[in-house]
């Protein structure tokens, strides 16, 4: 199984940015899709969660300025972010479960987001 | 939200030394926990499962325990490759994790 992340980058406060998964080894179908951070020096967070079924679930620190989404096609799940905050400077992770489970067993190796004007 | 405290925050062991790390729940999460390692650098790895189930390819000297509100990760004698942050994540309410306990040498 391999998760591979893309999009990070530097971005203004306020500003937007789209994070890429693209998920590889699995049954797409049979997994949700989740993002996780991990601010500088600190520990985990969850961030959003789409069910196969399409489902969607947000942290309340992100609720309404972040979307997720996944395309069946091309094995990918995706991170909209918008009115983007300096605490939300983090590295993102993707990460797997497989439907029913809920544990994080598989893992990409992050993507930076920095928010700083 | 159901709020997972680790302890200690950091335990300082040597190599062959026995690691006890403890997990509070503010409140039941039955058996839906979970324990990861992190190493600097790397995304984490899944360890353990339903509390105590190992998860596959990982080593039998990591065990864990518990239920309800109280859970411990064991490892029975450090290798060095062991020395890394440790989580824990409930799956009851959401999905949570402590704070991390840090394992260093000593």
């Known amino acids: 199984v391999q998760l591979v992340e893309s999009g990070g980058g530097l971005v203004q406060p306020g500003g937007s940015l789209r994070l890429s998964c693209a998920a590889s080894g699995l049954t797409f179908s049979d997994y949700a899709m989740n993002w996780v951070r991990q601010a500088p020096g600190k520990g985990l967070e969850w961030v959003s969660t789409i069910g196969s079924g399409g489902g969607t679930f947000y942290a309340d620190s992100v609720k309404g300025r972040f979307t997720i989404s996944r395309d069946k096609s091309k094995n990918t799940v995706n991170l909209h972010m918008n009115s983007l905050r300096a605490e939300d400077t983090a590295v993102y992770y993707c990460a797997s479960f497989p439907n029913g489970e809920h544990y994080f067993d598989n893992w990409g190796q992050g993507t930076v987001v920095t928010v700083s004007s | 939200e159901i709020v997972l405290t680790q302890s200690p925050a950091t335990l300082s062991l040597s190599p062959g030394e026995r690691a006890t790390l403890s997990c509070r729940a503010s409140?039941?999460?039955?058996?839906?926990l979970a324990w990861y390692q992190q190493k600097p650098g790397q995304a984490p790895r899944l360890l353990i499962y339903d509390a105590s189930n190992r998860a596959t390819g990982i080593p039998a000297r990591f065990s864990g325990s518990g239920s309800g509100t109280d859970f411990t990760l064991t490892i029975s004698s450090l290798e060095p490759e062991d020395f890394a942050v440790y989580y824990c994540?409930?799956?009851?309410?959401?999905?949570?994790f402590g704070q991390g306990t840090k394992v260093e040498i000593k």
């Open positions: 994540q409930q799956r009851t309410n959401w999905w949570t």
């Open positions: 409140q039941s999460v039955s058996n839906y």
